[in-house]
């Protein structure tokens, strides 16, 4: 099993910078790719930014040369720095990890922290 702590939500003015971070505790070893999402007010979840075990990333259009997703394997950390934030990116943002197929037998697919809210002002 793997569990997913969220710090560094936070209220800021727009331009401002922000730091999240996820711990990642358990069985680190059956994570594959990690990800951030965030669920603004009155709309679904969607994808900010995604990390596979070899270092890939993938950004949302909206977040992309603003937001840099991180991995660090040793700490079992992932973060997500935040800059030149927006009132767009008021969200909860949530750390998600995906396991490897022969570990998701076992405990299953997905995982998600408990969400950390991040409120931009103008």
């Known amino acids: 099993q793997v569990q997913l702590v969220e710090f560094g939500g936070g209220l800021l003015q727009a331009g401002g910078s922000l730091r999240l971070s996820c711990a990642a505790s358990?069985?680190?070893?059956?994570?594959?790719?990690m990800g951030w999402y965030r669920q603004a007010p009155g709309k679904e979840r969607a994808l900010v930014a995604t990390?596979?075990?070899?270092?890939?990333?993938k950004y949302a259009d909206s977040v992309e040369g603003r937001f840099t997703i991180s991995r660090d394997k040793v700490k079992n950390t992932l973060n997500l720095q935040m800059n030149s934030l927006k009132p767009e990116d008021t969200a909860v943002y949530y750390c998600n990890a995906e396991l490897e197929l022969l570990c998701s037998v076992v405990y299953g697919s997905d995982y998600w922290g408990q969400g950390t809210q991040v409120s931009v002002s103008s």
């Open positions: 990390i596979t075990n070899d270092g890939s990333t």
């Open positions: 358990g069985d680190t070893i059956c994570i594959s790719t």
